[in-house]
């Protein structure tokens, strides 16, 4: 069983059974489909005990349903995690935002004991320093947040492909961190995967080095060194994860034309290419030749 | 359409020269053809030992699984899928795969020649099938040592005493201390070209600094 660290948000979010707002609706959809998977919850003390004071005649079933099945698990508030500690909490600018942080980081310090997946909308006072500090902070690279509200398709589809420690994505994210660990690399194949994951692939044929820099720069609030950038495209297209499929295409007086890889191969041997509709030969390929990227079939299999 | 020059092949062109992790990737892409596969594999695997031959010093005391995931581990970030003791037939040291094309590779410590031998051995009779999709297989010998060059031709001298069928050896192009060795592969019946491949790791500094620290020592 897999454990999933929950906060006090999501009780508080689903209000009663019959609150037929979409934000309720979805929180308490996502529970309920929950109880059908093979996820355990956990939840903190401290948790435990805010989940009582927000909880509804919903969240009150589900939690005996879940209880009695031996599927809730309340853990002691983990021990202070001093890497995470020393990153967030001096980001703090007011003395409330550092009750806030600190009340709010024990569901970081619980995740990463616990299966590493949190259960919290995005409202919650540690989402926004857990978001600002993905780049810097390695151990944040291995967190899922979930925030139910953001499940478009079918919950319990989502559960059972997305989530499961079997699934093509999180097998994906893990060889990620293997292979490029602390460096700048993990940060910008998760951030790719991510924007891949978000995008209408059927939509997205043509993806181009410009598109996915600007993909990166608007998730993280920060620029991406070209060469570091370069390094995970080329990882991503290759056999290891294979998220990107590379493609070239001739672009000659404002028209595109696809160039196919044994046409490109012939060309860069004989150092000249056959323009695909004219026959003219082109001696200088290389500067009207441009590489663009698909999603792989992978990423079309995962994005459901 | 996009017409920004950095997407162009002068560009890319440009920035495999300036970065050296990124080398031969639009080559990789177009690989799609097991000749193509190998061509561009053995040039990314020359990198990567010219890389480790740089440090010796650290590496003095690293055993053969650790030298060998270090050599995984720089083909994975190029995006190889490459792995170590995959289940093929046993536990091979490193397996690098594109589809159905395989290369393996085994990777011994040079002790003496019958320790290399018995690593040709499991290459080439226990892990490798021969067939079309993995004609080509690799010895990483691992010298540490002084001249790499006299071991690789007791071991050529070595290999040969072998008599293996339809044996032959021709020097590599692209180094002169590696040579390929072909001969008929028991399981398929067909051709099976090794190339085997010394790393140069001998280090004994004999300035008079490092006769000094060893002194201290």
Redesign the interface.
């Known amino acids: 069983m897999t454990n999933l660290v929950f906060d006090a948000s999501i009780a508080k979010a689903c209000g009663k059974s019959t609150a037929m707002y979409p934000t309720p609706m979805q929180c308490r959809n996502f529970l309920i489909e929950l109880q059908k998977s093979h996820y355990d919850v956990v939840m903190t003390e401290d948790v435990q005990s805010e989940w009582k004071e927000y909880s509804s005649d919903f969240t009150k079933q589900w939690q005996c349903a879940m209880a009695r099945k031996g599927r809730l698990k309340t853990i002691p508030n983990p021990e202070a995690d001093l890497e995470i500690r020393n990153s967030i909490e001096p980001m703090a600018k007011t003395d409330q935002e550092r009750v806030a942080i600190n009340k709010d980081i024990l569901l970081l310090e619980a995740a990463l004991a616990n299966d590493k997946r949190i259960v919290s909308l995005d409202e919650n006072a540690i989402y926004k320093y857990y978001v600002a500090n993905k780049s810097s902070v390695n151990k944040f690279h291995q967190l899922i947040w979930i925030n139910p509200i953001n499940i478009t398709e079918n919950s319990t589809e989502w559960l059972q492909n997305i989530m499961s420690p079997d699934s093509k994505l999180v097998k994906i994210a893990e060889k990620i961190i293997e ?2 660990g602390g460096k700048p ?1 993990s940060r910008i194949c998760m951030a790719i995967l991510d924007y891949l994951l978000k995008i209408n692939t059927a939509d997205s044929s ?1 993806i ?3 598109f996915l820099q600007e993909s990166i720069k608007q998730s993280e609030k920060a620029a991406t060194e ?2 570091d950038l ?2 995970a495209i ?7 994860v294979h998220l990107l499929e ?1 493609k ?2 001739l ?1 000659d007086e ?3 034309f696809p160039i196919s ?2 046409v ?2 012939n060309a ?1 041997k004989t150092g000249k290419l056959t323009h695909p509709k004219s026959s003219k030969i082109i001696s200088d ?8 990227f698909q999603p792989s079939s992978l990423v079309q299999s995962m994005s459901v | 359409m996009n017409e920004d020059p950095k997407d162009s092949l002068r560009n890319l062109q440009k920035l495999e020269n300036l970065i050296p992790g990124l080398a031969r990737f639009p080559s990789r892409i177009l690989a799609d053809t097991y000749d193509e596969f190998i061509h561009v594999l053995y040039e990314d695997i020359d990198t990567i030992i010219y890389q480790l031959q740089e440090n010796p010093e650290l590496l003095q005391n690293d055993t053969e699984d650790r030298l060998t995931i270090s050599i995984i581990n720089n083909l994975r970030c190029m995006g190889y899928n490459s792995s170590h003791e995959s289940k093929i037939g046993g536990h091979v040291d490193l397996a690098v795969t594109k589809g159905n094309f395989k290369w393996l590779g085994e990777a011994k410590i040079h002790h003496d020649y019958e320790y290399l031998w018995q690593g040709f051995q499991q290459l080439t009779t226990r892990y490798s099938t021969g067939d079309d999709n993995q004609s080509d297989g690799g010895l990483l010998i691992y010298i540490k040592v002084k001249d790499a060059k006299q071991v690789i031709e007791k071991w050529q001298e070595h290999l040969t005493s072998k008599n293996l069928p339809g044996y032959s050896i021709r020097q590599c192009e692209a180094k002169s201390t590696y040579f390929f060795s072909i001969h008929t592969h028991q399981r398929s019946g067909r051709d099976f070209k090794v190339r085997h491949m010394p790393v140069i790791l001998h280090f004994s500094p004999q300035d008079k600094s490092a006769q000094k620290s060893r002194k201290m020592k």
Do not use: M, P
Request: hydrophobic share 30%; aromatic share 22%; glycine share 6%.
């Open positions: 292979d490029w690399q043509h181009t080095y410009s070209d060469q370069w390094l080329q990882y991503l297209c290759g056999e290891r590379a070239f295409e672009i404002g028209t595109s890889n044994s490109l191969k860069r390929f290389e500067d009207k030749v441009f590489i663009y």
